[in-house]
């Protein structure tokens, strides 16, 4: 289905919200992943069918790799023992969305990737949400990473 709706982009050319006969229109209503594709399959010329696989795979690996960090900075921070880190990859790993979304070409994929990413930005930055203390530097940024978290897992992109 989603890549139904990259192939239909790439027959016409352009990328749109296809109309309501088309078997489609309800995939392309988020096209974030779907432009992706089609811009990824432009550029290098790669059959979108293949990307179908290549995609997911690199988005369940920056995942895996995201949730390690995040991890491996928590246990270190809170002295914790080493087997912390890898029991929860393993608890990550056999979870519902650890296994069934990475392994398809759905845009909840991207948008499980893009909550990962704003949890690791906010890590690295050490940037407390319970905590708006007004005597700190305002960073906008920092706000803008909870806006986008919200968004994301709201919307699914």
Known sequence: ???GVVATFLSQGKISILNGDNIFSYYSEWPLMHTLAYDISIITRIDPYYLVFILPLLFSSLMFFLVYFLLRKISISFNLSEKFCYVGL??????????????????QDLGIL??????????INRINIFSFNINTSFNPLNYKCLFYYLLFYHTNI
Request: overall charge negative.
């Open 90 to 107: 393993l608890l990550f790993t056999s979870s519902p969305d650890g296994i069934f979304w990475p392994m398809q070409f759905v845009h």
């Open 114 to 123: 893009f909550s990962y990413l704003i949890f690791f930005y906010m890590s």
């Open 1 to 3: 289905s989603d890549y």
